[in-house]
């Protein structure tokens, strides 16, 4: 019988041609596959570019749309541009494109997105031809244009080609500077000197709180000058990295007087007021009671007297919801009270103090106060988000508990969201300068007009809702604008405020009449913070009983 075609197919005499016939067409598609497509293979990122708020699954797509942020800091993960991308780059041009490099200033730097997402994902990745590195020298816009016009010289469209879409306007370059400032020791004076305590508080945190976490960092002003400014112990376990007092930590709720401060300068100017509504502000916002809502106002907001419950939706910023989604689904929420008259502490609706900041003054939230409290201020490395935060040579990582050691984590990135609440990144420097600033000694950027409606007791509390347990020294609890507020011992109208987020605590207390004040930050969810600050107001008040004695002599 006659063999078919197909069936003559199928015999073991043509399994060769057919391996054959398959390798011709695999050959011939795999030109148009890889026509025109530049392949970076790019390592596992550095531990400090690490984030946990992208997924590995969604790394290509944060490559595909990395805009043209450029970093300009050092210790940056950066691929090398090829020749054709950047051809004035004389530094790093005659580096292979397919390699990762560290390169020394002057610096070439990934794209935020794509730093991030190379972080988040341990396969190689696929940079596209639109992504090109630049200089430092070069702005982004002009990184951006020049990309654009290799990539349309190198690959002209089809006749038939769409036109494409036009990109969203690059990201200003994060810069965050490397600063490089002394520690400076406290006084060492004998028994009876009323500043003794500063040394005394030097000690406590060097020898009980120190050796028992990764990193601490603090400050303390005495007679309204620093008297002691010292890093203690890693920014990052198992590293030599020492923290220095230019060491970036995140403030968590600390971030809080910053945005009240904000507030002020705000009120201060004429551009709001602290009784303009919510609702009149930002009309898209919602709430269920129409009447308590529209009596919402600024001075509610920043001192937790919305009358909403407690914690209002933070559990959804937990789950990292989207922050406008969020506020959307307030109209679904029942007040407990009317709008001032009783204490319950918020960060989603309290953030909404810095949406009303941004449309009242024309300019982004972030923006606003960096212009007007961290530039007139000082504030140096100063910043907000997880970007900025990365963006830091100098930063601080966070670490949990893990039995008796402590262990470095991924930043948490969801609170970011609520930046007026907890999203500002800072060191023990900028913060030493935030202190002076609210005791009174930079007049010329914060006037005693700007710090007196903030730090007032506006909203009745107790001390256990100020998280002072049941000392009984403590009294006339209350929560200001931004700031806690309350009397201790013979002394009264003590200011603070403290923060905690996954891997970092934070605390600061001062008293404007007495001219004192300290700051704490620390790497890790220490417990020893809780006592921090009633540790150094009770060595400040022995000093100056023994001072007083002395003096009796």
């Not at 965050?176 to 305590?197: D, S």
């Amino acid at each position: 019988m006659l063999l078919t075609i197909p069936n003559l197919w199928k015999t073991p005499r043509c399994r060769p041609l057919r391996w054959h016939l398959l390798t011709l067409v695999l050959a011939a598609a795999a030109p148009l596959a890889t026509a025109d497509t530049k392949r970076v293979t790019v390592p596992i990122a550095l531990p400090f570019q690490q984030q946990s708020s992208i997924q590995a699954s969604s790394a290509p797509a944060a490559v595909a749309t990395s805009a043209y942020s450029v970093q300009t800091t050092q210790f940056t993960q950066t691929a090398t541009p090829s020749s054709a991308a950047v051809s004035s780059a004389a530094p790093v041009a005659n580096l292979p494109s397919s390699e990762l490099a560290v390169v020394a200033q002057p610096l070439v730097a990934l794209p935020v997105a794509v730093a991030s997402s190379l972080a988040a994902s341990s396969q190689p990745a696929v940079l596209p031809d639109n992504t090109a590195t630049t200089v430092a020298t070069q702005t982004p816009a002009v990184a951006a244009s020049k990309a654009q016009a290799s990539s349309a010289a190198a690959k002209p469209a089809p006749a038939n080609a769409q036109v494409a879409k036009a990109k969203p306007a690059p990201e200003p370059a994060i810069s965050i500077p490397l600063v490089t400032t002394a520690p400076i020791k406290a006084p060492r004076y004998p028994a009876g000197h009323p500043e003794a305590f500063v040394a005394e508080f030097e000690d406590y945190v060097a020898h009980k709180i120190a050796p028992f976490v990764p990193g601490v960092a603090i400050v303390v002003v005495s007679g309204g000058q620093i008297k002691s400014l010292q890093g203690f112990g890693v920014r990052r376990a198992g590293t030599r990295e020492k923290v220095t007092p230019d060491t970036v930590f995140r403030l968590a709720s600390l971030s809080k007087p910053v945005t009240a401060t904000a507030a002020s300068v705000l009120v201060n100017e004429g551009g709001i007021s602290w009784d303009t509504t919510i609702t009149s502000v930002l009309p898209k916002v919602g709430f269920k009671n129409t009447r308590y809502g529209n009596q919402l106002t600024l001075r509610h907001a920043l001192s937790q007297s919305s009358g909403l419950p407690r914690h209002t939706y933070s559990h959804y910023i937990d789950q990292n919801m989207n922050y406008a989604d969020v506020v959307s689904r307030l109209r679904y929420v029942n007040f407990v009270c009317p709008p001032g008259k009783c204490y319950a502490y918020q960060n989603v609706v309290y953030s909404l103090a810095g949406d009303m900041i941004k449309q009242k003054s024309g300019m982004s939230f972030e923006s606003y106060v960096g212009k007007k409290v961290f530039e007139p201020l000082g504030m140096r490395t100063a910043s907000y988000g997880l970007n900025s935060y990365n963006a830091s040579p100098n930063r601080a990582s966070p670490h949990i508990a893990n039995g008796k050691r402590w262990v470095p984590t991924a930043v948490v990135s969801n609170w970011y969201k609520v930046a007026p609440a907890a999203g500002v990144n800072a060191s023990i420097v900028d913060m030493s300068k935030f202190l002076l600033g609210q005791i009174g000694r930079r007049q010329d950027a914060l006037p005693l007009a700007v710090l007196k409606p903030i730090q007032s007791r506006v909203t009745k509390n107790t001390p256990e809702q100020n998280y002072y347990g049941v000392r009984k020294a403590v009294d006339n609890t209350a929560y200001g604008l931004g700031w806690r507020v309350f009397d201790y011992g013979r002394n009264k109208n003590f200011v603070h405020h403290g923060g905690h987020v996954k891997g970092f605590r934070t605390e600061m207390v001062f008293n404007r009449d007495l001219q004192i004040g300290m700051v704490f930050l620390s790497n890790s969810e220490t417990r020893l913070a809780r006592d921090v600050i009633f540790k150094f107001l009770d060595m400040h008040e022995r000093a100056q009983q023994a001072a007083r004695a002395a003096k009796k002599r």
